[in-house]
Nanobody, 124 residues
Framework: QVRLVESGGGLVQAGGSLSLSCAASGRTFSSYAMGWFRQAPGKEREFVAAISRSGGSTVYADSVKGRFTISRENAKKTLALQMNSLKPEDTAVYVC?????????????????WGQGTQVTVSA
């Protein structure tokens, strides 16, 4: 079992930056592949970025590639998402997730544990 708690969301103007964090507790963090997903009002939850359990491999949604960076510190049991050049369409609740295995994974079904999420709002 692992518990995930996100932080760092907020309100930012278009073109600005935000850094999200996800703190994990419970079983060994380094045994999980990790990912970030987001859900905008009235839309399905979608994949944003994922990282392998070692941190050596990452994948991104096309919509955020080149603007967002996912990273992890296994010793500190933390996952991060650096978001630059934010756009109004990035507005959503951002959720981190943990999945068994090496990863990285795009598919939500491969993740076993989910956080509650943190709101990111980008104004035009």
């Amino acid at each position: 079992q692992v518990r995930l708690v996100e932080s760092g969301g907020g309100l930012v103007q278009a073109g600005g930056s935000l850094s999200l964090s996800c703190a994990a507790s419970g079983r060994t963090f380094s045994s999980y592949a990790m990912g970030w997903f987001r859900q905008a009002p009235g839309k399905e939850r979608e994949f944003v970025a994922a990282i392998s359990r070692s941190g050596g491999s990452t994948v991104y949604a096309d919509s955020v590639k080149g603007r967002f960076t996912i990273s992890r510190e296994n010793a500190k049991k933390t996952l991060a998402l650096q978001m630059n050049s934010l756009k109004p369409e990035d507005t959503a609740v951002y959720v981190c997730a943990a999945g068994d295995g090496v990863g990285p994974y795009r598919m939500q079904v491969l993740y076993n544990y989910w956080g509650q999420g943190t709101q990111v709002t980008v104004s035009a």
